[in-house]
């Protein structure tokens, strides 16, 4: 799932200094999710669009992501 992807992302933009961002936003969601996941047990239903935030923001990045690897001509990236 979106884990996995972001996790895929960072790996590919690990090469690319111009894409650094990529990686760290990557890593950042990644931490985001797994928190969510461990403290989701002691939250409200109040909270839960917050997963759904966090969804969205990833997609967001990759698509980024892969905006600025065809900017860049990065093959590696482009192609998720």
Do not use: K
């Amino acid at each position: 799932g979106t884990m996995a992807t972001l996790v895929g992302l960072a790996w590919r933009a690990r090469r690319v200094p111009a894409l650094r961002w990529v990686r760290s936003y990557s890593q950042m969601l990644v931490a985001s999710l797994m928190a969510y996941a461990a403290g989701s047990m002691f939250l409200g239903i109040s909270y839960w669009d917050i997963l759904y935030q966090l969804i969205a923001v990833s997609v967001v990045l990759g698509a980024l992501a892969r905006a600025a690897a065809r900017g860049h001509a990065v093959t590696g990236l482009a192609r998720s």
